[in-house]
């Protein structure tokens, strides 16, 4: 098990950028991929980025070139870095993780509470 924690949403402006902080309870070293998920008002989450435990990277082609993941494995902690904001980025954002269970043979999912993003101006 983990718990997620995010942190770093707020009120931007257009053309501008946050980074989103996701701190794990625990080692995210096995961890088999960290992701960051969006919910708008009226809309399914959707996956925003992840990115695997060998650090390959996979994102929404909304965000492609705008977004970056990253993971510290050192410190637990995993990351979406926002530039070039959008009015159409703005949803609460979720951190999750993926975790295998040997036991029975699938995959956990965890998740963070959720933090606001609002662009605009």
């Known amino acids: 098990q983990v718990q997620l924690v995010e942190s770093g949403g707020g009120l931007v402006q257009p053309g501008g950028s946050l980074r989103l902080s996701c701190a794990a309870s625990?080692?995210?070293?096995?961890?088999?991929?960290m992701g960051w998920y969006r919910q708008a008002p009226g809309k399914q989450r959707e996956l925003v980025a992840s990115?695997?435990?060998?650090?390959?990277?996979n994102y929404v082609d909304s965000v492609k070139g705008r977004f970056t993941i990253s993971r510290d494995n050192a410190k637990n902690m995993v990351y979406l870095q926002m530039d070039s904001l959008k009015p159409e980025d703005a949803a609460v954002y979720y951190c999750?993780?993926?975790?295998?269970?040997?036991?029975?043979?699938?995959?956990?999912?965890?998740w963070g509470q959720g933090t606001q993003v609002t662009v605009s101006s």
């Open positions: 625990r080692s995210i070293f096995s961890i088999y991929a």
């Open positions: 999750n993780a993926r975790i295998w269970v040997r036991a029975t043979m699938a995959f956990d999912n965890y």
């Open positions: 990115i695997s435990s060998g650090g390959s990277t």
